[in-house]
């Protein structure tokens, strides 16, 4: 089976920094756009942050110039470095990963790791 499995989340300060790491593991034979969630409590999941095979990426507004995301293929890992947060950074972040089993597309799924909690505050 798949796993993705989040890791470095916690308290932090205003205008501090965290690094959120997710490793997928499993049978895992290739992984497509790599992604990172957030959910606040009482509001709905929003997507933070993804990255294509291709590096491209894609930020929500919000956190533009502050958060970037990377990923090590050979680690089968996917970075959210996040910088100058703010309390409104507060949330549970999840990621998500487009994980292919074998070399045909039916085989590819979409997970999600457990979630780790962020707090902002001081």
């Known amino acids: 089976q798949v796993q993705l499995v989040e890791s470095g989340g916690g308290l932090v300060q205003p205008g501090g920094s965290l690094r959120l790491s997710c490793a997928a593991s499993g049978r895992i034979f290739s992984i497509n756009a790599m992604g990172w969630y957030r959910q606040a409590p009482g509001k709905e999941r929003e997507l933070v942050a993804r990255?294509?095979?291709?590096?491209?990426?894609n930020f929500v507004d919000s956190v533009k110039g502050r958060f970037t995301i990377s990923r090590d293929n050979a680690k089968n890992t996917v970075y959210l470095q996040m910088s100058s947060l703010k309390p409104e950074d507060t949330a549970v972040y999840y990621c998500?990963?487009?994980?292919?089993?074998?070399?045909?597309?039916?085989?590819?799924?979409?997970?999600w790791g457990q979630g780790t909690q962020v707090t902002v505050s001081s």
């Open positions: 998500n990963a487009d994980i292919c089993k074998a070399f045909y597309s039916g085989s590819c799924y979409l997970y």
């Open positions: 990255i294509t095979t291709g590096s491209s990426t």
